[in-house]
T-cell receptor
């Protein structure tokens, strides 16, 4: 398996622009997580899905952030409009549901480094 | 106050040394994760614990639920172990889970 795939790996954009980050989880995994990592705040969970359904989005910072999972093999995290403080590395992770309700080992993608100028 | 505290924040060791990284948490948890982040940024999940002890190669993770404490041990450390180690806990909510993360321990192993 190719592991969790994220695209793009790097994104540079200007304030006010829309940014879309993409994630392909490991095939067969039931859970998908979106994280953000910054120097100031460390790693933060933004939102996670179970079987394509958002379970907890309490970590999403603002209404400018939205995430979708239209099918089991694809998810997007959108920021509109982007702001310089959104600059961070965004990680996607997936895990298999073995009855542990999302606490099982997570497999991380390589991350997308976002810079908003 | 952070729900998850790690110590030390930074650690430098000589190759071959036994290393311990500690994680204390203040919330009731269902599971605890140890993550490893390499200098290049990639994150690897090392362990998921809900009780007891797990071992994988030179890595050992233990958890004491009563004391709300977990440790990650590395035996015979090697320069390739140099990374940031992050402790994360999952607490149950009425709907879904809540995850809290430590700020990480930066480990440097010197040849």
């Amino acid at each position: 398996d190719a592991g969790v795939i994220q695209s793009p790996r790097h994104e540079v954009t200007e304030m006010g622009q829309e940014v879309t980050l993409r994630c392909k989880p490991i095939s067969g995994h039931d859970y998908l997580f979106w994280y953000r990592q910054t120097m100031m705040r460390g790693l933060e969970l933004l939102i996670y899905f179970n079987n394509n359904v958002p379970i907890d989005d309490s970590g999403m910072p603002e209404d400018r952030f939205s995430a979708k999972m239209p099918n089991a093999s694809f998810s997007t995290l959108k920021i509109q409009p982007s702001e310089p403080r959104d600059s961070a590395v965004y990680f996607c992770a997936s895990s298999l549901d073995r009855g542990l309700r999302g606490t099982d080992t997570q497999y991380f993608g390589p991350g997308t480094r976002l810079t908003v100028l | 106050k952070n729900e998850v505290e790690q110590s030390p924040q930074n650690l430098t060791a000589q190759e071959g040394e036994f290393i311990t990284i500690n994680c204390s948490y203040s919330v009731g948890i269902s599971a605890l994760h140890w993550l490893q982040q390499h200098p290049g940024g990639g994150i690897v999940s090392l362990f998921m614990l809900s009780s007891g002890k797990k071992k994988h190669g030179r890595l050992i993770a233990t958890i004491n639920i009563q004391e709300k404490h977990s440790s990650l041990h590395i035996t015979a450390s090697h320069p390739r172990d140099s990374a940031v180690y992050i402790c994360a806990v999952r607490t149950p909510k009425v709907a879904g889970n809540q995850f809290y993360f430590g700020t990480g321990t930066s480990l440097t192993v010197i040849p």
